[in-house]
Nanobody
Framework: QVQLVESGGGLVQPGESLKISCVASGGNFKISAMGWYRQAPGNERELVAAIDSGGNAHYGEFVKGRFTISRDNAKNTVYLQMARLKPDDTAVYYC????????????????WGQGTQVTVSS
């Protein structure tokens, strides 16, 4: 049973930085692509950033160089370093995993974490 568990959310002031993490556990597998989505009240879930197993990353347009996604393949962990945070960044941030390699086979599965709240407020 694959589980994605986020950590590191919290309350920060505008302009500050925050790093959130997500660990995938539940077996001896590798996830092809990992990423972060966010959802604010009344809004649809949107892509923040995603990264493949080779380290190729892409970002939502609103990021504008403020966030950096990275991953540690050996630990099945993905990170999101957020800088120059704005009140508009307030949302629940969800970890996402797509594509599973297990026992030499590929499964086109999609996984979600429970989310971690990020609040940017003075």
């Amino acid at each position: 049973q694959v589980q994605l568990v986020e950590s590191g959310g919290g309350l920060v002031q505008p302009g500050e930085s925050l790093k959130i993490s997500c660990v995938a556990s539940g077996g001896n597998f590798k996830i092809s692509a990992m990423g972060w989505y966010r959802q604010a009240p009344g809004n649809e879930r949107e892509l923040v950033a995603a990264i493949d197993s080779g380290g190729n990353a892409h970002y939502g347009e609103f990021v504008k160089g403020r966030f950096t996604i990275s991953r540690d393949n050996a630990k099945n962990t993905v990170y999101l370093q957020m800088a120059r945070l704005k009140p508009d960044d307030t949302a629940v941030y969800y970890c996402n995993g797509e594509g599973l390699y297990d026992t030499g086979r590929y499964f086109p599965s999609i996984y979600w974490g429970q989310g971690t709240q990020v609040t940017v407020s003075s």
